[in-house]
């Protein structure tokens, strides 16, 4: 039989097929020691029915690292805009990593009842100042609240759809909404230090009807930026750069130093945000900083 694999509790898998769920083990071949990936929320398997164990995960079209989840088509980018206050460069971390798997974001805003209108038509319009040429769509939602949230749904029907973001933001909040009912557990923020509480553990995936998965995931503080190889690899996770570093002179131009740089140029017109620029050179020194002893 197939299905995909809903939830994972300790050692063991919960396989949706046909809508019935079966609690499976995983098979010892299937088993890499230590390998977190070896089977995870998202893969569709095969599995026998009587054994209750999965013998065979089939190849992923894409998959996240964190969270971890597999199979999607859109990453749902949860950010609130306050409490915790969005953050530029959490944000395009984000963002790099879920270009770096070829995965389609867009963009989710929680907790706009947090802030006036016109704090949040600022908020925005920057927003789609600094990003306008990668064409995300945008939701400002109120998590808490089922009636803000129809365009949102109807954006993601017929989709499989992982809510990720940092602690806090709202993504049980927001999907306990979308699918009326408070199955999941959602916490508070720090007063302190303004920050989730890592409430939610596990990706887990849920059914908003028959054609549309979505999928809480755990939120995070900090992320890592994606592993590259090559220098120039960098510059194709922003795709907002793709029409100016074809007018470069070297084909291997990082867009740092070297002379007749289509990035730099396009960056004193004003034609790339500095914001962005400057989120370029930090990613840049991050994966490629040199070990100095
Ligand atoms: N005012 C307001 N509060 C919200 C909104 N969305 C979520 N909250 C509150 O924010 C807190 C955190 O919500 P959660 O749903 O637990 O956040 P989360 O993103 O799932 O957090 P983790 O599971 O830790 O990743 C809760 O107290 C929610 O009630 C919103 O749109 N407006
Ligand atoms: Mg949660
Ligand atoms: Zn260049």
Do not use: W
């Not at 964190?66 to 088509?73: A, Q």
């Not at 306050?82 to 530029?88: A, E, G, N, T, V």
């Not at 089922?146 to 992982?162: V, Y």
Request: glycine share 4%; proline share 3%.
């Amino acid at each position: 039989m197939k299905g995909r694999v809903i939830r994972k509790i300790k050692g063991f898998y919960y396989v949706n097929s046909d809508n019935n769920i079966y609690e499976c083990k995983l098979r010892g071949a299937l088993k890499i020691k230590n390998d977190k990936l070896n089977c995870i929320v998202g893969d569709i398997v095969e599995f026998d029915e009587k054994e209750q164990a999965i013998c065979k995960v089939f190849e992923r079209e894409n998959y996240l690292d964190r969270p971890l989840i597999s199979n999607i088509d859109y990453a749902g980018i949860t950010f609130a805009i306050k409490s915790p206050d969005f953050d530029y460069t959490n944000f395009q971390k984000v963002l790099l990593n879920v270009y770096d798997r070829n995965i389609t974001p867009f963009v989710i805003f929680t907790k706009v009842d947090l802030i006036s209108d016109t704090e949040l038509k600022e908020f925005t319009d920057n927003f789609h100042m600094v990003f306008s040429t990668l064409e995300l769509d945008v939701f400002p939602v109120i998590a808490t609240d089922d009636t803000a949230l129809s365009d949102l749904r109807e954006f993601i029907a017929g989709k499989i759809t992982a809510f990720s973001g940092p602690s806090g933001v709202g993504k049980s909040t927001l999907i306990n909404n979308l699918l009326n009912e408070d199955i999941l557990r959602t916490g508070d923020i720090s007063e302190k230090t303004d920050r989730g509480k890592h409430t939610t553990t596990e990706s887990r995936i849920f059914e908003l009807d028959n054609s549309t998965l979505i999928v809480d995931t755990p939120g995070f503080s900090s992320l890592d930026f994606p592993k590259l190889k090559e220098k120039t690899a960098l510059s194709r996770l922003f795709p907002d750069f793709q029409d100016y570093s074809v007018l470069c002179k070297f084909r291997d131009c990082t867009h740092i130093n070297e002379p007749e740089c289509g990035v730099k140029s396009a960056l004193e017109n004003a034609k790339i945000p500095k914001l962005r620029y400057e989120f370029y050179l930090y990613s840049y020194n991050n994966i490629f900083r040199e070990v100095k002893k």
